[in-house]
């Protein structure tokens, strides 16, 4: 089974989304990306959907599984590039993905990423509060 | 009302899943629906045809175009002969899930359309039906 | 050897072709005497040579009056593109079909004049140039009718994004100023439009101005909501600014729940607090 793959970029996990997953994958991916944040000690996930032209409840839940996750790492999740149709579409179906946070686009994603890095205090690799 | 051309899809596994989406957004494209009303079709499909396969044991889908009265729209079915839904409100209103979520599915698909229709009884299986006009 | 069959009235048409063009141009000066503006001389000229041109055409390869007929395409073709003319141009579609009509004055002119001994052959001939002119006038208002279907839609889609343009304030920074009445349409194809613009200049702020907006009712408000909710999936902030004391009450009556959504009385004031977001103020040089 094809699985989806993750790229680590400094502190950070990205993941581009490209194909239309079937929800094994999707599941595949929570799991892969929960493993990797801590192998990696990786301080965020930036998760790129603009190529997902759909966007529904599993995925959506999918993304808040994620975050969930990535919290409780000690890891922030942000969203980027979403399109406006799959926007428009998610508001009425009601779905808020309620504790991501999300970008324009991976540069935004990644600023957004640092600032929340930065605001968590620098730590040195044992974990510790640097003086 | 019409139905100009019809087809059907089974939905046994997950990969029917996204054959089914992927099958709807060809006859939406070609029925020449907007971005906006290809993407809320699509997605209905996606939280229907998921239902069938997760919580119906397996069913099928039914993609039909309609022209009533000079409109043309698109009427998605979905059979399964599943257990079907004890009680269809508590199931329509969202958040209401049954371990894997059958939350927000049917409420987000009735949203998502012009029209929907559900009936199911507990043993004989579950029938809904949406349509979505051009505009 | 092929037998082909010309038409009498063909030959008729060959025998008087530039009298007959000259008669029909002072019939159709006099009925459009008021559009001169619209139609210069040399194309009308053009325009009608081009008909008895064809016309005779046709006619020489087939005695038929079926204008269906493949013969006659090339002359529908003509009569086509001169209708598309017409339509954009803003002519009526009686105007349109004069043209065709007006010809039959100055044919059956010259009918009586080559037939007119003969009643018989007389009465057949304006009959069949009766039943292929008819033919070729309503065909003419046929095509005009689709095209004014389509230049009134193409003329409502350009107004509809005319009136509702995204306007960019400052880099990622976008203003939405509405104007007018919004009906639940409207609303969709403009937030939509603003949904688009926050992708394309990469703006992750954009202030939706309603100062314009006589009356906001529930479904207006609710896409509103709507399209805040939507930028903000997106990764993009909104402001909306402009709320009238009467809008306000409107809103609180209706019971909508603005939220965290933030609001700004003035587009001003929106512009103030988008600079202040990113960290950017205006100075004195």
Partial sequence: MDRIPLLKIGDFLLVTVQVDMHDRLAVALQDDLTERIVTSRARGVLIDISALDIVDSFIGRMLGNIAAMARILDAETVVVGMQPSVAITLVELGLSLPGIRTALNIDRGMDLLRAAAGEMGATDSDGREAV | ?135 | MMVVSTHPISEVIQRHENELLADWLRLQNQNLASRRDRISESQLRANSQDFVMGLREAMSVSDSVDTTQPAWARLREILAEFSKQRAALGFSPAETATFVFSFKQALFGKLRQEYGGDPAKFAELTWAATEILDQLGLFTVQVYTKTRESVILRQQQELLELSTPVVELWTGILALPLIGTLDSNRTQVVMQNLLEAIVAKEADLAIIDITGVPTVDTLVAQHLLKTVAAARLMGADCIISGIRPQIAQTIIHLGVDLGAVITKATLADAFRLALKKKNLSIGTR
């Fill in chain 2, 1 to 135: 009302m019409t139905v100009e051309k019809q087809s059907e899809l089974p939905l046994r596994a997950q990969e029917d899943v996204v054959a089914a989406r992927q099958f709807v957004r060809s006859w939406a494209v070609e029925l020449g629906l907007n971005l906006v009303d290809q993407t809320k079709i699509i997605t209905a499909a996606s939280e229907l045809a998921r239902n069938a396969v997760i919580h119906g044991g397996g069913g099928l889908i039914r993609i039909e175009i309609l022209l009533d009265t000079g409109k043309r729209g698109m009427r998605l079915t979905f059979e399964d002969q599943g257990p079907g839904i004890v009680d269809i409100e508590r199931a329509m209103s969202d958040g209401y899930t049954t371990g894997n979520g059958l939350g927000l599915g049917l409420g987000g698909a009735k949203r998502l359309s012009h029209e929907f229709s559900i009936e199911s009884k507990p043993g004989a299986g579950t029938r809904i039906s949406i349509i979505r006009w051009k505009s």
